[in-house]
């Protein structure tokens, strides 16, 4: 039972994206459990509002292990993702440029 309703909630997500570009919050469900709740509110937190910096995050800015920024520094606007290679994370960052086409 479950499964169905995170299959039916993806699938409806995916259509939403697809029509409008961008997700709204997850709404709660009475029937979803507290747990499922809280971590598609943290997948739409993670995906729709990522931290903005000023400065390159490489080797300076902690964060978890796959956290996506937007760093603007050196005159180009860059998506950079935390590359660390523990679990826990680290101040290791790939950044690419972000370009206009």
Known sequence: ????????LVVGMSFMLVRAGELPAPPPLAEMPVSLQHYLQKIYEHMHKPPIVTA??????RGDRGELVYATF???????ANTSTSMEGGTSWE???LSSP
């Open 1 to 8: 039972m479950r499964g169905s309703y995170l299959l039916l």
């Open 74 to 80: 050196g005159g180009s606007n860059r998506l950079c």
């Open 95 to 97: 950044c690419v440029t």
């Open 56 to 61: 390159n995050p490489n080797g300076s800015r």
